[in-house]
């Protein structure tokens, strides 16, 4: 399975973005997908996670009423709607596929398959 993830960019406090993660293969209704996002120095960071169905959804705290996941089985993909983004949102975020056949998780170790990343840079 490859992950390609894309949207990011250089936006100003209180913006918004769409971050899109593109996959291949004919298994991606069977994988939980999964945001995370690190900045230099830092460990990578869960951000949020939707179940194979795309009926559970969950977020960390520091994101949750601003950003929206959903996914696409369809078109095998899965979109990050990040609202009202705050200089603490800078990071490259990374798109992931959980093969598990878990309902979600927030545990880097947890994810098989991972995008890229694209740089999500917001100024204050």
């Known amino acids: 399975v490859q992950l390609q993830a894309s949207g990011g960019g250089f936006v100003q406090a209180g913006d918004s973005l769409r971050l899109s993660c593109a996959t291949s293969?004919?298994?991606?209704?069977?994988?939980?997908m999964g945001w995370f996002r690190q900045v230099p120095g830092k460990e990578r960071e869960f951000v949020a996670a939707?179940?194979?169905?795309?009926?559970?959804?969950y977020y960390t705290d520091s994101v949750k009423g601003r950003f929206i996941i959903s996914r696409d089985n369809a078109e095998n993909t899965v979109t990050l709607q990040m609202n009202s983004l705050k200089p603490e949102d800078t990071a490259v975020y990374y798109c992931?596929?959980?093969?598990?056949?878990?309902?979600?998780?927030?545990?880097?170790?947890?994810?098989?398959?991972w995008g890229q990343g694209t740089q999500v840079t917001v100024s204050s």
């Open positions: 293969g004919r298994t991606f209704s069977s994988y939980v």
């Open positions: 992931a596929a959980d093969r598990s056949g878990g309902l979600f998780s927030t545990r880097v170790e947890s994810y098989d398959y």
């Open positions: 939707i179940s194979r169905s795309g009926s559970s959804i």
